[in-house]
C-alpha cells in the first residue's frame, strides 16, 4: 500500500471591503505614505469596520467560498482547525462558530494560537492526522481582525496590519509527486518582551486600570523582532531546502509571512532565490498575522502548477517560526 500523504486540494479566501490607505491613515497618526512605504512596502491594507463581526465572520467567508469552488459537502469534512490570535470570545473557540455556521455535521473544530506561525503550524498538525490514517478531509483557515487590537494612535504599529482570511482543503492521497512532504518548526520562547499584548490575559485581567492606560494593543520593538525574522526565516528555510535536496533552481516558489517586505527582501537575498520565485502581497493586505500566508497562496493560485516545489516560512510573536515543504496538487 503506498504512503498516505497530505495535499492541498483547494483554496479559498476573503478580505473585507473597506480599504485603508497610506493616505487615510496619515491623517489618523503622524505618518506618510513615503514613511510606510519605504521601511515596510504597504500602501493598503483591509479592515473589517462593520460593528458585531469578528474573526469567526472572515473565517466563515474564506471557508464557503472554498467548499464552493471544491465542491466538497459539509458532511465530508472531518474537522476544522482555525489559526487566530484574535478569536471572537475567550470561549468558545472561533472553529466551533465556524463549524456551526457552515453546518458540519461530522467535523470536530478548535483553534491554534501560534501568532503569525499559526496557519504553518496547523497545516503541520493536520498533515500529521491524514497521514495517519485517521481522518481524510479537513479544512484549515488562517484568519485575523487584527484592527481589533491595533492602536491607531501608535504610528510605529498601526500601518502594519489588515484583516482577512484564508482557507485550503486538506486531503488524503496515495498519489506520488504531490502534497506535504516535510517541515522544520521551533519556538524559542525568547519573544515575550519583545512582541505582544500586555493586558487581557491571565497575567494581567482587564480592568478600567487596563483600559485607560491602553495596555490592551500590539506592543512591538521592530528592530529586535526584525533581526529575528530574518535569522531564523533564512536559516529555516536552509534547513528545509537541505534535507529535501531543494536549491534555488528547482524551488519554484517560496511564500513567506508577510510581516514587512524589507524581511521578505533580505529573506531572499540569503537565500539566493530571484524576487520571481518570492510571493508578495504585502502592498495591499499589510501583515495580516496567521492569515497571510493562505492569502498569498489564495491570490496566487494561478500561478502553480502541479507538482511544484513550494517552501512555506513564517515568524511570528514567541518566538515563533519555521518552514515547511509541500509539492503542489493541483
Not at 83 to 93: H, I, K, L, Q, V
Not at 177 to 195: A, M
Not at 301 to 321: M, Q, R, W, Y
Request: aromatic share 8%; glycine share 10%; with cysteine.
Amino acid at each position: 500500500m503506498s504512503k498516505l500523504r497530505a495535499v492541498i486540494t483547494g483554496v479559498g479566501g476573503y478580505l473585507p471591503d473597506y480599504v485603508l490607505g497610506n493616505e487615510e491613515l496619515s491623517r489618523m497618526v503622524d505618518t506618510n505614505d513615503e514613511w510606510i512605504t519605504t521601511r515596510v512596502g504597504i500602501k493598503e491594507r483591509r479592515i473589517l469596520a462593520e460593528d458585531g463581526l469578528g474573526t469567526s465572520y472572515v473565517a466563515r467567508k474564506a471557508a464557503k467560498q472554498l467548499l464552493k469552488k471544491t465542491g466538497a459537502e459539509p458532511d465530508s469534512i472531518d474537522a476544522l482547525i482555525v489559526a487566530t490570535t484574535t478569536g471572537d470570545y475567550r470561549f468558545p473557540s472561533t472553529a466551533s462558530i465556524v463549524a456551526g455556521k457552515l453546518g458540519l455535521k461530522n467535523a470536530f473544530a478548535y483553534d491554534i494560537s501560534a501568532a503569525c506561525c499559526g496557519f504553518l503550524y496547523t497545516l503541520d498538525s493536520v498533515a500529521c492526522m491524514i497521514e495517519a490514517g485517521r481522518y481524510k478531509r479537513a479544512i484549515v483557515i488562517g484568519a485575523e481582525k487584527m484592527s481589533s487590537m491595533v492602536d491607531y494612535k501608535d504610528r510605529a504599529t498601526c500601518p502594519l496590519f489588515g484583516d482577512g482570511a484564508a482557507a485550503v482543503m486538506v486531503e488524503a492521497t496515495e498519489e506520488e509527486g504531490v502534497g506535504y512532504i516535510d517541515s522544520y518548526l521551533r519556538t524559542d520562547g525568547l519573544g515575550l518582551p519583545f512582541l505582544h499584548m500586555k493586558a487581557g490575559g491571565s497575567v494581567c485581567p482587564s480592568s478600567h486600570f487596563t483600559v485607560n492606560h491602553r495596555l490592551h494593543y500590539i506592543y512591538q520593538e521592530g528592530r529586535t523582532v526584525y533581526r529575528y525574522a530574518v535569522s531564523n526565516m533564512s536559516e529555516d528555510c536552509e534547513i528545509i531546502a537541505a534535507r529535501n535536496g531543494l536549491t534555488k533552481e528547482n524551488i519554484a516558489f517560496i511564500i513567506p509571512h508577510q510581516a514587512n517586505l524589507r524581511i521578505i527582501e533580505a529573506v531572499a537575498k540569503r537565500l539566493g532565490v530571484s524576487q520571481e520565485q518570492v510571493i508578495v502581497n504585502i502592498e495591499h493586505v499589510g501583515n495580516t498575522s496567521a492569515a497571510s500566508i493562505p492569502l498569498a497562496i489564495w491570490e496566487n493560485e494561478h500561478k502553480f502548477k502541479k507538482g511544484d516545489n513550494i517552501i512555506l516560512t513564517a515568524f511570528g510573536a514567541g518566538f515563533v517560526h519555521g518552514a515547511s515543504f509541500l509539492k503542489w496538487g493541483y
